[in-house]
């Protein structure tokens, strides 16, 4: 089984890739956004408080995603793999997931960084504001905010990883094929 942390700032297009490397390899996408969504939608508890901090551009506290998180992963028992989209955020929260995953004789098999530029990134969310219907991508102070908290508390999780001997930066520019050309290679490569 491989478990891979699709990593990268705001815009970087982890959510279009974690949806191709899916088709191809079978993995299970856990997108913390996407279950962050999905609680909001249905209004939980856990829902609710994560949608007081995202509206202001700030991370979800790591209870909170870890909770909703494992309930997840746990949902699907018969998994090929998983691919962390937009998790770990946080230092202890990869912590957290690596002491999740030993419960079930598993590890992280690598985190895949995708690196764009921040021009970019901004290029990219505004655009997505307009196709997704994501109010948090339409506002330029929200969307500095994301980046500038991604830089100084999510960003040094891959220290963690550094430190495992499993993570690799991927080049995050180019066409669609060509990014997933490079994250498929580098997965097929730890086989």
Same mark, same amino acid.
């Given at each position: 089984?491989?478990?891979?942390? #699709? ?89 957290? #997931? ?94």
């Amino acid at each position: 089984m491989r478990n891979i942390v #699709l990593f990268g700032p705001p815009g970087a297009g982890k959510g279009t890739q974690s949806a191709l490397l899916v088709d191809h390899f079978g993995f299970v996408h856990l997108s913390t956004g996407d279950i962050f969504r999905l609680n909001i939608k249905e209004e939980t508890v856990l829902g609710k408080l994560a949608k007081s901090y995202m509206e202001k551009g700030q991370l979800v506290p790591d209870d909170v995603t870890i909770r909703m998180l494992e309930d997840s992963a746990n949902g699907h028992p018969d998994a090929r793999g998983f691919v962390f989209d937009g998790f770990p955020r946080t230092t202890a929260q990869a912590g957290a #997931l690596d002491a999740f995953l030993n419960e079930k004789g598993q590890a992280i098999s690598g985190m895949l960084a995708l690196e764009v530029p921040e021009d970019e990134l901004k290029v990219r969310l505004a655009k997505r504001a307009e196709t997704s219907g994501r109010p948090d991508d339409a506002d330029p102070a929200v969307i500095q905010k994301r980046i500038d908290v991604y830089n100084a508390e999510t960003a040094p999780v891959a220290d963690h990883y550094q430190a495992q001997g499993k993570y690799q930066g991927i080049e995050g520019l180019g066409s669609v094929e060509d990014i997933f050309g490079r994250l498929r290679s580098a997965i097929e490569a730890w086989a």
